[in-house]
């Protein structure tokens, strides 16, 4: 099975035919996932998942980012104690989403500056004990994990320790770059399509909108055959494929996956009822 889905609902105005208020159930018309990014920047509160869960339908799932803190990208003070009192707040947040049933995955992405050595291979021994009553996928920023030898053994460790990996389709730029590698290491694998913005991928350091441009890049229809191409292999070994569309720096991502969605003649159920055929014929 194959889903497909964007990063966060409130940026996508493709998407939209009602109110800025309802732009999560016009988007869960559209997709049946989600990735829930806004707990990267901070944890959420109970009120927010809540609503969230009110507003989407009974089978939509959230892959929800890991808390900053967690991941080794915060920068300035800590506001909690503690890592534990992090990690169990961080843990606290997630319960009604997986009670609901609408909690795919959790995304824990490390930095690039996060490489293939043994603190780090313990680290996240940790972050598996401290998460363990839940479904994580790890994915990598530092090309080290995968080179030729350690490429084996990454892989082998995430499935030794139930983690699902996260397949990425990025520019090649640097160690900061991971290459592609179509291997499921559990019955789940996410596979998140951040473009191939080549010159807008690293952090010049003198521009404060870098961000803005990282993930500006629009998929042609041989990419996305592509794409296709490597979510086929990875249907051969895990029984459900997440693909999320990242690149969004432009608004291309909805596009995207939409093209995508009818290249592999997709229907999704259960979707809420809102659905308009906004992008039918636009292919």
């Known amino acids: 099975m194959i889903k497909i889905g964007l990063t966060g609902w409130g940026d996508h105005p493709d998407l939209y035919v009602s109110s800025p208020r309802e732009k999560l159930q016009d988007y869960s018309a559209h997709f049946p996932i989600v990735e829930l990014d806004a707990s990267f920047y901070a944890i959420q509160p109970q009120r927010n998942i809540e609503k969230w869960i009110r507003e989407t339908p009974d089978n939509f799932q959230f892959i929800v ?86 490429k084996d053994s990454t892989l082998q460790f995430l499935k030794d320790n139930n983690f699902h990996h996260s397949v990425c389709d990025e520019p090649q730029n640097g160690e900061g770059s991971i290459p592609v590698v179509p291997v499921a290491t ?80 997709i229907e999704f159920d259960g979707l809420a009822p809102k659905q308009l055929n906004l992008f039918e014929g636009d292919f």
């Open 65 to 150: 980012k890991a808390y900053q803190g967690m991941t080794g990208h915060l920068r300035g003070e800590n506001p909690f104690k503690s890592p534990e009192e992090m990690f169990e707040s961080y843990r606290q947040m997630l319960g009604p989403l997986k009670d609901a049933g609408k909690l795919a995955m959790v995304l824990v992405q490390f930095p690039p500056w996060f490489e293939c050595e043994k603190d780090n291979v313990q680290y996240m021994r940790r972050i598996r004990e401290e998460l363990k009553d839940f479904e994580v996928v790890i994915e990598f920023r530092h090309q080290s994990w995968y080179l030729p030898e350690y």
């Open 186 to 265: 559990s019955d789940k694998v996410l596979v998140r399509l951040h473009g191939r913005n080549f010159y807008g991928w690293k952090n010049p350091g003198n521009n404060e909108k870098w961000r803005e441009v990282r993930y500006l890049y629009d998929y042609n229809e041989q990419e996305l055959a592509y794409i296709q191409s490597v979510c086929e292999v990875l249907s051969k070994q895990a029984s459900e494929v997440l693909v999320v569309f990242n690149n969004n720096s432009g608004g291309h991502a909805a596009k995207n996956a939409k093209a995508f969605q009818q290249m592999l003649n």
